[in-house]
Every structure is written in structure tokens, then in C-alpha cells.
């Protein structure tokens, strides 16, 4: 029991929660209820049942990027969070590379499959070259300025993104209406699609960032180069108030223009736990100066991050 404890602990289970109910969320509250899918592909399954092996593909994917994240971190997070220790405490090395080996394999086998009954080979030459970024990551990229962090904010998106090229659509004809057998407005799931992703890539660059600071005692130890360390804390604080004050704001009008559409209700929602959140973290960001006061608006940006994610739902509802 305590090695599958162990197990779930390493793969970080609460975060691949996390990205299967945003894919799900996304599949079925924008793409699917909104606009609509052919429920065949060619005749060789339902678009739900491929579904749900793409989201299975997503979460082996990024469960073997935590492993071989934590593989190569053992000794900063030593440092960092020594009671998150997993890797040769509770599991051996050579155990945890072959999960991470296998994950990864079965995350890209899925995606092959995918590929070949949707026609989309976007998704296995993107989720191939997810995997080798993680294992980058892990090496080089992380410990270097702000190529990390904007890799992993990438890769938060991607989960969004690759539901628009499953759906069918592609961006060489999102202006007009899909040829193939498919039927959804391109023009419309671009918007979307766009919306969601870039709220999640600046919340994921914002967190990456912060955290950096939070960790930066064991970072600076082994000769990382991230952006507390080569620029300094008020220059770091700096560049992302930058960007939270680049979200509220076009938060603002993307809530105004939703609340002029007669989207009232996903306009009050998203105001009172999306943008008026962030604004308060904006004002606690100035604030902080411990390591524990970064952990705790981390933590806050992943509840407003689920918070935004969490307004698909109103899709539902036929006012929106």
C-alpha cells in the first residue's frame, strides 16, 4: 500500500485530475453541447470513446513528466519540500525511470491510435514531441531563465489546444466552415479554444514564476539560472505583475463584451472568483516575502485557474 501511495504521490494524481476534467470539461461543454461532432469517425468508434483514450494519452503523458521531473530534482526538492520526497525514500530510482519509460510509451501509443482513427496526426507528432520536452525540461530547461517556464506554460495550453484539431478543425480554414466530416463553426471554436488557452498559459507562466521564488534557497545551491536568481526578487515580482495586470485587463473586456452579449451570468461568475481573485493576489504579490507567502499565491492560482476552467459549465445553460 505505501508503494502505491507512493506511486500516486509521484505522478502528482490531483494535478492529471485536474487536466482530465479540463479536457473533459472543454470536449463536452464548448465543442461538443455549443457546436456539435459527428458522433463516427469513418465508422471505426464514437468520437466519445476516442475521446476518452486522448484524455488517457494527456494524463500517462504528464504523469511520466512529473516522474522524471522529480528523478532529476531529487536533491533541490531536498531542499525545497523534503517532506515531498519520494524518489529514494519510498521509491527506487531505477523503478521510477521505468515508469516515466512507460508512461511515456503508452501516452504515445494511444496518441498514435488516436491519430489513425481521426485522421489527425497532429496530436501523435505533438504529443511525441510533449514527451521529449518534458524529459528536456527536466535536464536543461528548467534550470534555465524563463525557457522553463515558458515550456511548461506552453504545455498547459497544449491540453486546451489539441481538443481543436481532435474536433476536426485546423488553422488553415478556422475562418470558414470544416469540409471534412465534422460539423462545427471553425471561426467560433477558434475563439474559444484561444480564450481558454492563453488564460491557462499566462496563469501557468504567472505560477511557474512564482514558484521559482518559492524555490530559489535550492535552486541557487545547484547552479540554476531561473529568474529570482539572475534577475533578482524585485525584478521577478516585476515581470509578473506585468503579466497578472495584462490578464485582468483583458479579462475585463472579455467579460465586459460576454456581459453586453447577454452572457450575464458567466460574466458575474468569472468576475466574482476569476478577476477579482487575481487582483487581490496582485495586491498580496506585492506583499510577500517569504517562501511560504509565494506557496500560498501558487496555491491561489490553482484555484483560480480551476475557477476559470470551471465557467465551460455555463456553456450548458442556453443563455449561457
Given amino acids: 500500500m505505501k508503494l502505491i501511495a507512493a506511486f500516486f504521490q509521484l505522478i502528482r494524481w490531483p494535478n492529471l485530475f485536474f487536466i482530465a476534467l479540463t479536457q473533459s470539461l472543454f470536449?463536452?461543454?464548448?465543442?461538443?453541447?455549443?457546436?456539435?461532432?459527428?458522433?463516427?469517425v469513418s465508422g471505426l468508434g464514437t468520437m466519445d470513446f476516442l475521446f476518452a483514450w486522448l484524455v488517457l494519452a494527456s494524463?500517462?503523458?504528464?504523469?511520466?513528466?512529473?516522474?522524471?521531473?522529480?528523478?532529476?530534482?531529487?536533491?533541490?526538492?531536498?531542499?525545497?519540500k523534503p517532506d515531498r520526497i519520494?524518489?529514494?525514500?519510498?521509491?527506487k530510482r531505477r523503478w521510477a525511470i521505468v515508469w516515466h519509460l512507460s508512461l511515456s510509451a503508452l501516452g504515445i501509443l494511444i496518441s498514435a491510435w488516436v491519430s489513425y482513427r481521426t485522421d489527425k496526426w497532429v496530436i501523435l507528432f505533438a504529443n511525441t514531441f510533449s514527451v521529449m520536452l518534458l524529459w528536456v525540461y527536466s535536464t536543461r530547461f528548467k534550470k534555465k531563465l524563463l525557457t522553463g517556464n515558458l515550456l511548461i506554460a506552453a504545455l498547459t495550453a497544449w491540453v486546451i489546444v489539441v481538443l481543436y484539431f481532435f474536433s476536426g478543425a485546423s488553422l488553415i480554414n478556422y475562418k470558414g466552415w470544416n469540409p471534412g466530416h465534422h460539423s462545427l463553426n471553425n471561426a467560433q471554436?477558434?475563439?474559444?479554444?484561444?480564450?481558454?488557452?492563453?488564460?491557462?498559459?499566462?496563469?501557468?507562466?504567472?505560477?511557474?514564476?512564482?514558484?521559482?521564488?518559492?524555490d530559489m534557497q535550492g535552486d541557487a545551491q545547484y547552479a540554476s539560472r531561473t529568474m529570482p536568481i539572475v534577475w533578482g526578487i524585485p525584478v521577478t515580482k516585476m515581470f509578473t505583475a506585468v503579466w497578472m495586470v495584462v490578464c485582468i485587463a483583458a479579462l475585463f473586456i472579455i467579460l465586459l463584451y460576454a456581459w453586453q452579449s447577454g452572457w450575464w451570468a458567466i460574466a458575474v461568475y468569472s468576475t466574482c472568483v476569476v478577476l477579482l481573485p487575481l487582483v487581490y493576489l496582485l495586491w498580496q504579490l506585492h506583499r510577500a516575502s517569504?517562501?511560504?507567502?509565494?506557496?500560498?499565491?501558487?496555491?491561489?492560482?490553482?484555484?483560480?485557474?480551476?475557477?476559470?476552467?470551471?465557467?465551460?459549465?455555463?456553456?450548458?445553460?442556453?443563455?449561457r
Avoid at 496563469?203 to 521564488?213: H, N, T
Wanted: glycine letters at 4%; charged letters at 15%.
Fill in 27 to 40: 470536449y463536452y461543454a464548448v465543442v461538443k453541447n455549443v457546436y456539435g461532432t459527428s458522433s463516427q
Fill in 59 to 80: 494524463v500517462c503523458i504528464a504523469a511520466a513528466g512529473y516522474i522524471i521531473n522529480d528523478y532529476f530534482d531529487r536533491q533541490i526538492d531536498a531542499i525545497n
Fill in 86 to 91: 519520494v524518489i529514494d525514500r519510498h521509491v
Fill in 189 to 214: 471554436l477558434y475563439k474559444f479554444t484561444f480564450l481558454y488557452a492563453g488564460f491557462a498559459f499566462i496563469i501557468s507562466l504567472i505560477r511557474e514564476v512564482i514558484k521559482d521564488i518559492e
Fill in 290 to 319: 517569504l517562501p511560504a507567502d509565494y506557496h500560498r499565491l501558487s496555491n491561489l492560482l490553482k484555484w483560480i485557474m480551476l475557477a476559470g476552467i470551471l465557467s465551460m459549465l455555463f456553456f450548458f445553460l442556453p443563455n
